[in-house]
């Protein structure tokens, strides 16, 4: 059924229904815009609670960032922010999805609608015209017929006058032939006109106005099916990220399960306990014995007190139940309790072996560039390197008065020194090697001074491990001689692993598939790393 056929006499029905239709997709289309503004709002506010609790300007060494509790509580806030973003996720798809293609759609619509109702309104004033033009002939034809009326009644009674001339006879005849002919010839054009009017209303009726209806039924069905799939949208939005706002609340979950109380007390007495020994017993003292005891024993002054007995220890003896005041912070941390120092300068020592093999690493770095340019003037100029050269070797001095201070202080508080290694090789100032012990003296061998046990997992040399694994690839763009020592040839288009990246000097360390390994300039090649 269509409604050509059904409604052919529905203009006005249909006309109402169609703009009815187009309102309602433009009601849905604002009512999922104040649905995303409400996702957008909602995450929003998840953010910014997660944001106000989990304080990120907190130290990580913190001793509570230990305890599984804490962490558990940091993943729940991560995960509510994962959350909040796959409600972001919600509002925007929704909005790109339904909001903005609705909208275009529904313009197309219109303008469709609008060229139908055109053509139905062309239609109609055509018909009407024809109609008009039916009627004035009718009326000519009439007007005619009743004009020709009277002239034949006239000519007959003229006829029978006998007063009447023959003259008179002839024109009255002549005048109602005229009338006669005139009336027959409004008569065919008005038969003809009604032929053309009832052709058009049947065009009209039966041909026209049912296209146009059928179009603008086929619009309706294609609106209500659109509207349809942003319906379904509506829900498959949301069922899209379920999946993974499932994840989020499974990590919640998670978080929960991983909170462990054992091990957080367990935590706790290993980041808190003081190493101390527990205080003994107050020993009785007999004053009724006084007068026998030796004179050096025998004061008659006020008797020895419990904190006078507990002699060094007596600051310590009531930490429990009295309140301690702030201790003064020193460099040696001896501050801090026994255990509680030992940690420090542990944790102390290794970041400034880590910051040493940072300035070692920038030493080698710097050797191997002034060497090249010695050998190779066009790539720089080795003067310009100078000042660098002389401020790290002052850096790396200086770091290593640091490390021994704290490798004496480690010892005292009977630390057991397994501090990060770092490489021992450097470069002078004329860019060759120099094999140097930790502690700045330089040896014949590259082994460091075994009486520096916080150097006993150090490698004899970085060149003799085992072969570290490539990163990534690089391809030569240009020709390099590698001349210097510590470089490597390579040929334009040369494809090469990459098992170092340039730390910032401008080289970068590669290695052949013979094995071959040495550093190049990074300007020379174009890097592709692994991912």
Not at 27 to 42: A, D, G, L
Not at 477 to 493: D, K, L
Request: hydrophobic share 30%; with cysteine; aromatic share 8%.
């Amino acid at each position: 059924m269509d409604w050509g056929t059904e409604l052919w006499d529905q203009y006005d029905i249909i006309e109402r229904h169609t703009q009815s239709g187009l309102e309602l997709v433009e009601k849905y289309v604002k009512f999922v815009k104040e649905r995303t503004e409400i996702e957008q709002n909602y995450a929003k506010q998840l953010r910014n609670l997660s944001k106000k609790y989990n304080n990120k300007r907190s130290n990580k060494d913190e001793p509570e960032c230990r305890l599984s509790s804490y962490q558990s509580f940091l993943d729940i806030l991560n995960e509510m922010n994962d959350y909040a973003g796959q409600r972001e996720l919600i509002a925007e798809n929704m909005m790109m999805n339904i909001c903005i293609d609705l909208t275009k759609y529904l313009q197309e619509l219109k303008q469709e609608r609008k060229m139908y109702l055109m053509e139905a309104k062309k239609a109609q004033q055509s018909l009407e015209s024809t109609y008009k033009q039916l009627d004035s002939s009718k009326k000519r034809f009439e007007r005619e017929w009743r004009e020709a009326e009277r002239a034949a009644q006239y000519a007959e009674k003229t006829d029978q006058d006998i007063n009447a001339t023959k003259a008179d006879v002839e024109k009255a005849k002549q005048q109602a032939h005229m009338r006669a002919h005139v009336a027959e010839e409004c008569k065919n054009d008005y038969a003809a006109q009604l032929q053309k009017y009832n052709k058009e209303q049947n065009q009209f009726y039966f041909n026209d106005m049912p296209l146009i209806f059928n179009k603008m039924q086929d619009l309706d069905e294609r609106r209500v099916r659109k509207l349809a799939q942003g319906y379904v949208l509506f829900s498959d939005t949301e069922k899209h990220v379920m999946p993974i706002i499932g994840k989020c609340l499974e990590g919640i979950t998670k978080a929960g399960t991983n909170v462990n109380e054992k091990n957080d007390s367990m935590v706790v007495i290993e980041q808190n306990k003081s190493g101390f020994e527990r205080p003994g017993d107050v020993e009785f003292e007999d004053y009724s014995q006084g007068i026998n005891r030796a004179s050096s024993d025998s004061s008659l002054g006020t008797p020895k007190g419990p904190m006078d007995l507990l002699g060094k220890n007596k600051s310590k003896n009531f930490w429990l139940f009295s309140k301690r005041s702030k201790p003064t912070v020193t460099e040696d941390f001896a501050h801090l309790p026994p255990e509680q120092r030992r940690k420090r300068l542990q944790q102390k020592l290794e970041e400034i072996c880590k910051e040493l093999q940072k300035e070692i690493d920038q030493s080698e770095a710097l050797g191997k560039m002034k060497d090249v340019y010695e050998k190779n003037p066009q790539m720089g100029d080795p003067a310009s390197l100078a000042s660098q050269i002389s401020q790290t070797s002052q850096n790396i001095e200086r770091l290593r008065g640091e490390v021994n201070k704290y490798e004496n202080w480690l010892a005292e508080a009977g630390g057991r020194g397994d501090t990060l290694r770092y490489k021992s090789h450097t470069f002078n100032n004329n860019g060759a090697h120099d094999v140097q012990s930790p502690d700045g003296a330089h040896s014949d061998e590259s082994t460091p001074d075994p009486s520096q046990a916080i150097y006993a997992e150090f490698d004899d040399d970085f060149e003799d491990d085992e072969l570290a694994a490539p990163i990534g690839k690089c391809t030569a763009m240009y020709n390099f001689p590698g001349a210097s020592e510590g470089t490597i040839s390579m040929q334009e288009g040369e494809v090469l692993a990459v098992v170092e990246e340039d730390k910032g000097d401008g080289w970068t360390r590669v290695r052949r598939t013979n094995g071959d390994e040495g550093y190049i300039p990074t300007s020379y090649v174009t890097i592709a790393l692994n991912k």
